[in-house]
């Protein structure tokens, strides 16, 4: 039986994280995605004074930032930005264990989901 992939579940998690803050977002007029980022609609920056009319969403931070236009839930900018360290944290230690224990079947010794984790953040900046 082959393991579940992280790059998979990471996938699936940054998919319904994004679909979440979209349907908060349509229904409160923003939400926050990230620590001090945040995802607003075009009617609540019309507001402010914003032209909005290049998306329906605006990814807007505390640091200035003037806001970005994110076209929706597929938008790769907000897939990337949303919160998902958590649960992918979660996800790859119960993976890491299954996979132990095939492995433990096997004769075999596998890194840790703490050594794959250190490894794919290297360099990844949010």
């Not at 699936?12 to 908060?24: P, Y």
């Not at 807007?60 to 907000?78: E, F, S, Y």
């Not at 703490?114 to 990844?124: F, H, M, P, V």
Request: charged fraction near 35%; avoid cysteine; proline fraction near 4%.
């Amino acid at each position: 039986m082959n393991s579940m992939d992280i790059n998979e579940v990471e996938r699936t998690l940054r998919r319904t994280a994004a679909e979440k803050a979209v349907a908060q977002a349509d229904k409160y007029g923003w939400t926050e995605v990230r620590r001090d980022v945040y995802l607003d609609t075009a009617d609540r920056l019309k507001a402010f004074g914003h032209d909005v009319s290049a998306a329906p969403y605006w990814m807007t931070t505390q640091d200035g930032t003037p806001p970005r236009p994110i076209r929706g839930a597929d938008d790769p900018t907000l897939r990337a930005m949303v919160d998902v360290d958590r649960d992918l944290t979660r996800a790859a230690k119960r993976i890491d264990e299954m996979d132990r224990q095939a492995a433990a079947g096997r004769g075999l010794d596998l890194a840790s989901a703490d050594d794959y984790l250190a490894w794919k953040s290297r360099g990844r900046a949010l």
